[in-house]
């Protein structure tokens, strides 16, 4: 059985942190921290233990901010660049283990929003800031923005991600930032300047954010197509491509025009699902999606299908899966396969019933089928 996510932060990284953080302060009580930390640890999951964590420090570093700050700094390893390791014994501390020190300084340093935000920029190189720059951005609008702006210029991929990455408007796990929800245009200037970032670790994430902001201004990113994509060199267009992956599944019309997708199927579209029954956790269904094209040039098709979930209440809501992404020569017929899954997840709360599933050819709806599952 895999090792529980929530054990990043377990007892080790816990002891590992105490003797660090007493090599580089004598003077810190690493007892009092290790029982702080460790109480209690093993029933709580994975956030909650950055908070105790954070809580423990919170208790037994210098009362100083600045020199709480500095201490903390002198204990993280060596930077990385992203996807190495800097995991060496002794040499300091990185990874997961860093979470709790920026919850720490998001919670101790509202009232010194530079010292602060100096201490994220080096703890964001040996792990990531993006939840605790969040409540800066909230307390401390213009400070942050003119911080962030310049951080877009900084030599650390991980500095520069975290612009993007920290001013995400519904950013997983973080604290949403309800005025940009309303409102991104904040961020468009930062995400101008990152779309075109050498590393692809930035721009995945600049990716991400636009998909954010897809999901409450379409329009938005519509426009924001129209004016970078044209003559867009390979990486900008891969980075597009990924930030419009939401209003392609929704069928935005100026979104799949973009890509070169408005046009209809020109053809017919079948749907087979085998077993018509199935059970929750066994091994789900299987699609099969017959296409035959009728037209006499080849068609750029992005085929997605969305399974109709029965709610608990009766009814039901869609979810768009990814499928498949394809040109179809003039006169093909063409037949595709996928497996679908049905295995119990934290996100999703299957009920038993009639699953109805629609596939879905440039956001429109060309053939339906469905399954019954019992749970």
């Known amino acids: 059985m895999a090792e529980p996510f929530k054990n990043l932060l377990g007892e080790a990284r816990v002891r590992e942190a105490g ?3 007493q090599r580089t302060w004598p003077g810190f009580d690493r007892a009092r921290f290790e029982q702080q930390a460790l109480q209690g640890l093993h029933s709580l999951e994975l956030k909650a233990r950055a908070r105790q964590l954070a809580a423990a420090l919170q208790s037994t570093l210098p009362a100083d901010f600045d020199a709480a700050c500095s201490l903390l700094e002198r204990s993280l390893a060596p930077p990385a660049a992203p996807g190495e390791s800097t995991s060496a014994a002794g040499a300091g501390l ?4 860093v979470w709790p020190m920026t919850e720490w300084v998001a919670t101790a340093g509202l009232a010194q929003p530079e010292r602060a935000l100096q201490a994220l920029h080096a703890m964001t190189q040996r792990f990531t800031a993006e939840w605790a720059v969040r409540p800066f951005i909230v307390a401390h609008p213009q400070l942050t923005w003119a911080t962030l702006q310049r951080w877009c210029g900084d030599p650390s991929a991980h500095v520069r991600r975290l612009v993007s990455e920290g001013s995400r408007p519904r950013l997983p ?3 949403q930032l309800k005025a940009l929800v309303a409102d991104p245009s904040p961020t468009l200037p930062l995400l101008e300047r990152l779309q075109d970032d ?11 954010h636009l998909n954010d902001i897809a999901k409450d201004h379409p329009a938005l990113v519509a426009d924001w197509l129209a004016a970078h994509l044209p003559g867009a060199p390979a990486p900008r267009r891969a980075l597009l491509r990924h930030a419009s992956r939401t209003l392609i599944k929704r069928g935005d019309a100026r979104v799949l025009s973009a890509w070169g997708l408005g046009q ?5 579209a079948t749907l087979a699902i085998t077993p018509g029954q199935a059970r929750l956790g066994e091994d789900g269904v299987t699609l099969e999606v017959g296409l035959q094209s009728t037209a006499r040039q080849p068609q750029s098709l992005e085929i997605d299908y969305a399974v109709h979930h ?3 209440r009766g009814g039901a809501t869609a979810k768009v899966f990814k499928g498949w992404k ?3 020569a003039a006169g093909e017929s063409r037949l595709l396969r996928k497996r679908h899954a049905l295995r119990p997840i934290t996100t999703r709360r299957y009920h038993a019933g009639w699953h109805r599933v629609e596939v879905l050819v440039n956001g429109q709806a060309v053939a ?4 019954e599952l019992a749970l």
């Not at 339906?368 to 399954?371: P, Y």
Request: a negative charge; proline letters at 0%.
């Open 368 to 371: 339906e089928a469905g399954f």
């Open 198 to 208: 050498e590393s692809d670790y930035v721009r995945r994430s600049v990716a991400n």
């Open 19 to 21: 003797e660090q953080l």
């Open 326 to 328: 394809l040109v179809l």
């Open 173 to 175: 796990w973080g604290l």
């Open 264 to 268: 209809a199927l020109a053809g017919t």
């Open 310 to 312: 029965v709610k608990a």
């Open 94 to 97: 990185a990874g997961w283990i």
